[in-house]
Each structure stands twice: as structure tokens, then as C-alpha cells.
């Protein structure tokens, strides 16, 4: 069974950075696409940066191009996403999502496997 674990997050001012990851553990990934996708209270899940394992190449949702990174750890077999230049609305819980996929999909509704949310917390 997969299982992903994600970890960091927090409270930051604008302007400041977080990092948050994520571990999946239950199987090999090589054909697999991890994403990052997030919700904000009273609004639906989107998607915010992909990245497909094996391959390397990610995606970015246009709200958080130039500001977000995400890269994967082969050796702490961990994605991560490094987020800069934060802002009050990237306020929400960041979700983990994974699933063997052919490219970086944007709908939250392709990926099985989700982890269990963490806070991220934007203050003006």
C-alpha cells in the first residue's frame, strides 16, 4: 500500500519561505508522477507543482511559477517543494498526491494516493 508522509510547514510572514515534503514509501515510484496540491478554507483543492520521478521535469500552477520549487531526493527519497516569496493567499493545507501517470496531471481526481495535509500559514 502506498503511504505518504509529508512534513514541514508552518506560520511565516509575506515574504518569507517554507519548505514542505514528502516521503512515499509502499512500492517503487520510477513511472510515477508526485504532486503537490493544496486547499484553503471554502475553496476547492487545486493543484500547485508536479514533478514525474524518474523523468525529473515538473509543472507549476501559474499562481506560484518563479516562486515555488519542486525537486525530488533520491538519496532521502523525499519531494520536496520550497516555497518563496510567500504570500497570504498560498495560505492552506498542502496535500501530497501521487499515482503512475504518463505526465504531470493537474486534476486532483487522477491520483489515488493522497497524504494527510499539512498547514501552511501565510501572515500580512
Known amino acids: 500500500q502506498v503511504q505518504l508522509v509529508e512534513s514541514g510547514g508552518g506560520l511565516v510572514q509575506a515574504g518569507g519561505s517554507l519548505r514542505v515534503s514528502c516521503a512515499p514509501s509502499?512500492?517503487?515510484?520510477?513511472?510515477?508522477?508526485m504532486g503537490w496540491f493544496r486547499q484553503a478554507p471554502g475553496k476547492e483543492r487545486e493543484f500547485v507543482a508536479g514533478?514525474?520521478?524518474?523523468?525529473?521535469?515538473?509543472a507549476y500552477a501559474d499562481s506560484v511559477k518563479g516562486r515555488f520549487t519542486i525537486s525530488r531526493d533520491y538519496a532521502k527519497n523525499t519531494v520536496n517543494l520550497q516555497m518563496d516569496s510567500l504570500k497570504p493567499e498560498d495560505t492552506a493545507v498542502y496535500y501530497c498526491?501521487?499515482?503512475?501517470?504518463?505526465?504531470?496531471?493537474?486534476?486532483?481526481?487522477?491520483?489515488?494516493?493522497w497524504g494527510q495535509g499539512t498547514q501552511v500559514t501565510v501572515s500580512s
Open positions: 498526491a501521487a499515482d503512475e501517470l504518463l505526465w504531470i496531471d493537474r486534476t486532483v481526481s487522477m491520483y489515488r494516493f
Open positions: 509502499g512500492r517503487t515510484f520510477e513511472r510515477w508522477v
Open positions: 514533478i514525474r520521478w524518474s523523468a525529473g521535469s515538473t
